[in-house]
């Protein structure tokens, strides 16, 4: 189960897009560009979560931004999303508030993740994927 941060007594978050940044189909034997996979959601919820501006600041330069743009497109929630970060992106709380939003508020239930090499899917069910891997994939 992935929690956030921020969950309040032990409460099981579902996957988030600061969680899907950080997963990578390279784990099979025959993948070296898994990354990012590809988000095919059939349910997404937004969750209220408060806002710490300073944890999306320290967050923010261990996102991959491009891959972070294009799971929240993925989702329906990209709007507003620079296609850079600006330099002081500390300072403008607009834009944290945003970045909060995708990377904390939107949670994908159902879908699949897919390899951006190989096609290969995993899925997504009540909000954790499956990246286990077949035998003949390991």
Not at 15 to 39: A, E, F, R
Not at 45 to 55: A, I, L, Q, S
Request: aromatic share 6%; with cysteine.
């Amino acid at each position: 189960m992935f929690t956030s941060p921020h969950g309040k007594g032990g409460k099981q978050d579902k996957m988030k897009l600061l969680t899907h940044n950080m997963l990578t189909s390279n784990i099979i034997k025959t993948v070296t560009n898994g990354y990012p996979l590809k988000i095919v959601p059939t349910q997404v919820e937004v969750k209220t979560v408060d806002f710490n501006p300073e944890f999306i600041s320290r967050m923010l330069p261990k996102i991959d931004w491009p891959a972070l743009c294009q799971a929240a497109q993925s989702v329906g929630h990209g709007e507003g999303l620079p296609e850079a970060l600006t330099e002081k992106y500390e300072e403008d709380e607009m834009l944290l508030k945003k970045v909060h939003h995708v990377l904390m508020q939107v949670e994908v239930l159902e879908g699949n993740l897919v390899c951006p090499e190989t096609g290969r899917q995993f899925p997504i069910s009540s909000g954790i994927p499956n990246m286990l891997l077949n035998e003949d994939e390991v």
